[in-house]
């Protein structure tokens, strides 16, 4: 069963910093990962999708990337900003069967101060 | 990204009574529709799956009696609560994809109180 971890749970920064989310998953066998953001009572915000075939994928100051061999991927936020501030969560999805769930992580809480 | 509206964004009903909630996709069809649940603090939970036109997949322990699901059209999903009780009270949220493996999007949740 593919589990899907977060570190760290949460995670306060001064405005400016740059800041890496880490996501890190049981199972290689993976069709995709995506990175969502979710403000509090608020529904996903897709952020990235990377292919299992692609190392990274970038969006403005956002950069995610891949390792599947290690089960791992990373969410680099540049020159962080209070408006950033959200939980981050990252989802799996298979490479096999038909239903295509994602299993999600526990998400990491950003806080980013001023 | 694409756009996924679900709506209410917010109800309270009483215990006993039913609610519907909606799920669209307003500019992509949606082959299959997610359904999740969120407690406080807490990832998402999925609750079951849709395909136009077939009948739900429920996830282990979810009640089909109680959660229904409706998958009508390739822009549509409902998700009914019934026989609300206050245990049910939750933050539901669906999710649609245009076909298999492609990139997900959310809607933006349901609130519900069940009092």
């Known amino acids: 069963k593919q589990e899907v971890t977060q570190i760290p749970a949460a995670l306060s920064v001064p405005e400016g910093e740059n800041l890496v989310l880490n996501c890190s998953f049981t199972?290689?066998?993976?069709?995709?990962l995506q990175w969502f953001r979710q403000d509090p009572g608020k529904g996903l915000t897709s952020l990235l999708l990377?292919?299992?075939?692609?190392r990274e994928q970038t969006s403005g100051r956002l950069n995610a990337s891949l390792d599947k061999s290690s089960g791992r991927s990373t969410l680099y936020i540049a020159a962080s900003q209070p408006g950033d501030s959200a939980t981050y969560l990252c989802a799996v999805r298979p490479n096999t069967g038909t239903a295509s769930k994602l299993t999600f992580g526990t998400g990491t809480r950003l806080q980013v101060t001023l | 990204g694409a756009v996924v509206s679900q709506h209410p964004s917010r109800v309270i009903c009483k215990s006993g009574t039913s609610v519907k909630i909606e799920c669209r996709s307003l500019?992509?069809?949606?082959?299959?529709m997610f359904w999740y649940r969120q407690f406080p603090k807490q990832s998402l939970m999925l609750m079951a799956t849709s395909n136009e036109g077939s009948k739900a997949t429920y996830e282990q322990g979810v009640e089909k009696d109680k959660f229904l699901i409706n998958h009508a059209s390739l822009t549509l999903s409902t998700l009914t609560v019934t026989s609300a009780h206050p245990e049910d009270s939750s933050f539901y949220i669906c999710?649609?994809?245009?076909?298999?493996?492609?990139?997900?999007?959310f809607g933006q949740g349901t609130r519900l109180t069940v009092v």
């Open positions: 990377i292919q299992s075939s692609q």
């Open positions: 999710s649609a994809m245009g076909g298999w493996g492609t990139e997900a999007f």
């Open positions: 199972d290689s066998a993976i069709y995709n």
């Open positions: 500019d992509f069809q949606a082959t299959t």
